[in-house]
């Protein structure tokens, strides 16, 4: 009886545990158009056929007339990719065996949805460039919040998580993990997610992760990064009140806007905002913190005031790190300082400073230095520091990537060995970049010691360069604009008070992207 029992068990469940091997799901709604198809194994299969036709079908004569793709695979899955997004589809597999025709599944059905980002009248990248070599490769472009191919054409975008519509809240960072996942941050929060926008983990406490700064919403900002020990290593703030000198009149107070306050003990105050660091472990504890105010109370920055009064500046913009873990070494970018420092981590000792130092009665904002408002400040495959070199302290000048031989001591030594302009074709004579590039921009290193880069800002425009300095691949943002009937570039006729554009952009293999799609982790090279 028990073995009548278990067949029966075994009859019944079956259709349920081959449904559950099928993907896409059946009538799935996608946000991407490179799709992973898997389907159950059969025994003595020696090919496995998978045609899809554009529409929703039901009747085998339409669905054959329809087919637009047809690809074959050893194993029960592969990767294929559809025409278009906001359309339905219809597919099948068929099992090839040895000598017979093969037998055929059932019709299943999906479709991909449409979203702003990805609207091919009213978005696109314009490529300028053949990618060469590069044909492969995918960026993420977190400012469309999309995926595209190297012809600029959209293979996915960011869906609607957590009940948040990603086309009302500021996308940041967007890039693969070590894991086949995607890490993002937000205005507020910080997010893993899979290929279709499942919640893999999200940071605690919703951007408020200590009580000493429930006053500051935004508490994870810029960067966001899942480390390869399966941490994650987020940017926060910090707000603490420095004492000032007792010589405060009432006229500093005034212009202070609130804040400089006093206490009861007639001691006056400034509120300062600091970047920490801050590493989560899988179940969100805080495993470790670097504090930002505890390096700077002890640095140059007293020298920054103004008549030796009170401090000129009220955020120190902690914008970018970089942990390279082999060396167990992490760089932070200050934009607002002009300055990037390494720390040894777990220790959380100064290594050394990168930008010019603070000295009493000397130029306080540091126009003459190395780089100016820089972000993305990384460290190259031999042992180079290189950054995206905003350059906004000189009104004409364009954004450059810059690499620098770090100091044998001291801050003074930097040698600068590679400089490359970044393009800006539209730019005229007298016009000023003031506005385009005041936020946002990164660069890569890629294996073949290219650089991949994001001019970021409103002008937004992304390109492969290499050693040379030769533009091996580029592509610009443009949106229709229906009063002009034409193409725009953003950031050149668009406002850049809009902030239009990307604040970061990345680059993946095709076998990064494969990892992506059946969310497995990638190989350790």
Same mark, same amino acid.
């Given at each position: 009886?028990?073995?009548?029992?278990?067949?029966?068990?075994?009859?019944?469940? $079956? @259709?349920?545990?081959?449904?559950?091997?099928?993907?896409?799901?059946?009538?799935?709604?996608?946000?991407?158009?490179?799709?992973?198809?898997?389907?159950?194994?059969?025994?003595?299969?020696?090919?496995?056929?998978?045609?899809?036709?554009?529409?929703?079908?039901? !009747?085998?004569?339409?669905?054959?007339?329809?087919? #637009?793709?047809? %690809?074959?695979?050893?194993?029960?899955?592969?990767?294929?990719?559809?025409?278009?997004?906001?359309?339905?589809?219809?597919?099948?597999?068929?099992?090839?065996?040895?000598?017979?025709?093969?037998?055929?599944?059932?019709?299943?059905?999906?479709?991909?949805?449409?979203?702003?980002?990805?609207?091919?009248?009213?978005?696109?990248?314009?490529?300028?460039?053949?990618?060469?070599?590069?044909?492969?490769?995918?960026?993420?472009? &977190?400012?469309?919040?999309?995926?595209?191919?190297?012809?600029?054409?959209?293979?996915?975008?960011?869906?609607?998580?957590?009940?948040?519509?990603?086309?009302?809240?500021?996308?940041? &960072?967007?890039?693969?993990? @070590?894991?086949?996942?995607?890490?993002?941050?937000?205005?507020?929060?910080?997010?893993?997610?899979?290929?279709?926008?499942?919640?893999?983990?999200?940071?605690?406490?919703?951007?408020?992760?200590?009580?000493?700064?429930?006053?500051?919403?935004?508490?994870?900002?810029?960067?966001?990064?899942?480390?390869?020990?399966?941490?994650?290593?987020?940017?926060?703030?910090?707000?603490?009140?420095?004492?000032?000198?007792?010589?405060?009149?009432?006229?500093?107070?005034?212009?202070?806007?609130?804040?400089?306050?006093?206490?009861?003990?007639?001691?006056?105050?400034?509120?300062?905002?600091?970047?920490?660091?801050?590493?989560?472990?899988?179940?969100?504890? /805080?495993?470790?913190?670097?504090?930002?105010?505890?390096? /700077? *109370?002890? =640095?140059?920055?007293?020298?920054?005031?103004?008549?030796?009064?009170?401090?000129?500046?009220?955020?120190?913009?902690?914008?970018?790190?970089?942990?390279?873990?082999?060396?167990?070494?992490?760089?932070?970018?200050?934009?607002?300082?002009?300055?990037?420092?390494?720390?040894?981590?777990?220790?959380?000792?100064?290594?050394?400073?990168?930008?010019?130092?603070?000295?009493?009665?000397?130029?306080?904002?540091?126009?003459?230095?190395?780089?100016?408002?820089?972000? =993305?400040?990384?460290?190259?495959?031999?042992?180079?520091?290189?950054?995206?070199?905003?350059?906004?302290?000189?009104?004409?000048?364009?954004?450059?990537?810059?690499?620098? *031989? @770090?100091?044998?001591?001291?801050?003074? =030594?930097?040698?600068? #060995?590679?400089?490359?302009?970044?393009?800006?074709?539209?730019?005229?004579?007298?016009?000023?970049?003031?506005?385009?590039?005041?936020?946002?921009?990164?660069?890569?290193? /890629?294996?073949?010691? $290219?650089?991949?880069?994001?001019?970021?800002?409103?002008?937004?425009? %992304?390109?492969?360069?290499?050693?040379?300095?030769?533009?091996?691949?580029?592509?610009? @943002?443009?949106?229709?604009?229906?009063?002009?009937?034409?193409?725009?570039? !953003?950031?050149?006729?668009?406002?850049?008070? *809009?902030?239009?554009?990307?604040?970061?952009? $990345?680059?993946?293999?095709?076998?990064?992207?494969? =990892?992506?799609?059946?969310?497995?982790?990638?190989?350790?090279?």
């Amino acid at each position: 009886m028990s073995k009548l029992c278990k067949i029966f068990a075994l009859f019944l469940f $079956s @259709p349920l545990w081959i449904f559950a091997q099928i993907s896409p799901k059946e009538s799935s709604e996608l946000n991407y158009r490179i799709i992973g198809f898997s389907f159950p194994q059969k025994s003595q299969t020696v090919k496995y056929k998978v045609e899809i036709a554009l529409g929703n079908y039901d !009747d085998e004569i339409t669905f054959q007339k329809n087919i #637009v793709t047809t %690809l074959s695979a050893n194993k029960n899955r592969l990767i294929a990719e559809v025409p278009s997004f906001g359309k339905r589809y219809t597919w099948r597999v068929t099992y090839l065996n040895d000598g017979s025709k093969g037998t055929e599944s059932e019709l299943h059905h999906f479709s991909t949805i449409k979203a702003p980002e990805v609207d091919p009248d009213s978005v696109r990248m314009s490529v300028t460039s053949n990618a060469g070599q590069y044909k492969d490769h995918y960026v993420f472009v &977190d400012g469309n919040k999309a995926l595209y191919d190297m012809s600029g054409a959209p293979v996915w975008f960011f869906p609607k998580i957590d009940g948040l519509d990603p086309r009302s809240i500021h996308l940041r &960072d967007l890039k693969l993990s @070590p894991f086949g996942t995607i890490t993002v941050i937000d205005d507020e929060r910080i997010y893993e997610t899979g290929y279709d926008g499942t919640v893999l983990w999200k940071g605690p406490g919703n951007g408020k992760i200590r009580t000493d700064t429930s006053n500051f919403e935004n508490a994870y900002h810029h960067e966001f990064t899942r480390l390869a020990n399966g941490h994650y290593m987020t940017m926060s703030f910090e707000q603490e009140a420095w004492p000032l000198p007792t010589q405060i009149d009432s006229a500093t107070v005034a212009i202070s806007h609130g804040k400089i306050t006093r206490d009861n003990n007639n001691v006056y105050y400034q509120k300062m905002l600091f970047g920490t660091l801050d590493e989560f472990d899988q179940q969100g504890k /805080l495993v470790w913190k670097w504090s930002g105010s505890e390096y /700077l *109370k002890g =640095s140059d920055l007293s020298k920054r005031m103004i008549r030796n009064k009170f401090f000129d500046l009220n955020d120190t913009h902690a914008n970018a790190f970089y942990f390279d873990e082999k060396t167990k070494r992490i760089f932070i970018s200050f934009r607002d300082l002009n300055r990037v420092i390494e720390i040894q981590y777990p220790g959380g000792k100064v290594l050394q400073t990168y930008g010019k130092l603070y000295t009493p009665g000397g130029d306080n904002r540091l126009k003459n230095g190395s780089f100016c408002g820089q972000h =993305s400040a990384r460290l190259s495959q031999d042992g180079y520091l290189y950054l995206f070199n905003n350059n906004i302290c000189h009104m004409r000048a364009l954004p450059t990537v810059l690499m620098l *031989k @770090p100091p044998a001591a001291g801050d003074d =030594s930097l040698e600068k #060995v590679w400089e490359f302009e970044c393009p800006m074709e539209e730019l005229g004579q007298n016009e000023t970049t003031a506005g385009y590039f005041n936020f946002g921009g990164s660069v890569s290193e /890629l294996p073949d010691r $290219s650089f991949f880069v994001c001019m970021g800002g409103s002008y937004g425009k %992304l390109f492969i360069v290499n050693r040379d300095k030769k533009i091996l691949w580029s592509t610009q @943002p443009e949106k229709w604009d229906n009063a002009a009937g034409k193409w725009i570039k !953003d950031g050149v006729l668009i406002d850049a008070v *809009k902030r239009e554009g990307s604040y970061r952009a $990345s680059i993946i293999s095709r076998y990064e992207l494969e =990892s992506l799609i059946w969310n497995e982790p990638l190989k350790k090279s």
